[in-house]
T-cell receptor, first 118, second 111 residues
């Protein structure tokens, strides 16, 4: 299995530009999570989906951030317009719920996208 | 609000010098406590899930234990390749399905 795939791995952009981060979860997984990691705040959840439906977006910083999951194998996180304080590493993770058990299993993380907004 | 506090922030050990990392948590009903390892420039890698007080799990030189208020990650006779940041996270029984992470412990094992 290829694991969770994220692209691009690095993104450098200027303030005010639109940024789109992409994620392909592990095939068959029904949960997808977007996290952001910074030195100051650590790893924090932005939004997660279950069966392509957004369940909890309370971690999304503001309206400049949006996320979509048009199908089970693809998700995007968009920032428009971007600001320097958005600079961070963005991780996508996926997991598989256990049938008949707790709706959670360990999350598998992608390699992350390092975003720098100048 | 769920909270996770890890200590120490950083730990430097000599190869073979055993030690423990601490994870204290506050959660409205624990569904699971998770330990992850993160190497520089990479995503967190899953290590263990613990579900109830008294539970223990082992993997090579690592052993994780759980009480009602904290978890320990014991590292026995560490090797330089164990150097990484170790993250603890909790999931509540109700409400959000996502994980709340601690800030991590940066472990450095010197040969």
């Amino acid at each position: 299995d290829a694991g969770v795939i994220q692209s691009p791995r690095h993104e450098v952009t200027e303030m005010g530009q639109e940024v789109t981060l992409r994620c392909k979860p592990i095939s068959g997984h029904d949960y997808l999570f977007w996290y952001r990691q910074t030195m100051m705040r650590g790893l924090e959840l932005l939004i997660y989906f279950n069966n392509n439906v957004p369940i909890d977006d309370s971690g999304m910083p503001e309206d400049r951030f949006s996320a979509k999951m048009p199908n089970a194998s693809f998700s995007t996180l968009k920032i428009q317009p971007s600001e320097p304080r958005d600079s961070a590493v963005y991780f996508c993770a996926s997991s598989l719920s256990l049938a008949g058990g707790p709706s959670y299993n360990e999350q598998f993380f992608g390699p992350g996208t390092r975003l720098t907004v100048l | 609000e769920d909270q996770v506090t890890q200590s120490p922030e950083a730990l430097r050990l000599q190869e073979g010098e055993s030690s423990s990392l601490n994870c204290s948590y506050t959660v409205s009903g624990l569904r699971g406590l998770f330990w992850y390892r993160q190497d520089p420039g990479k995503g967190p890698e899953f290590l263990f899930t613990l579900y109830s007080a008294g539970e223990e799990k082992e993997k090579e030189r690592l052993k994780a234990t759980l009480t009602k208020k904290e978890s320990f990650l014991h590292i026995t006779a560490p090797k330089p390749e164990d150097s990484a940041t170790y993250l603890c996270a909790v999931q509540a029984r109700t409400g959000r399905r996502a994980l709340t992470f601690g800030s991590g412990t940066r472990l450095q094992v010197q040969p």
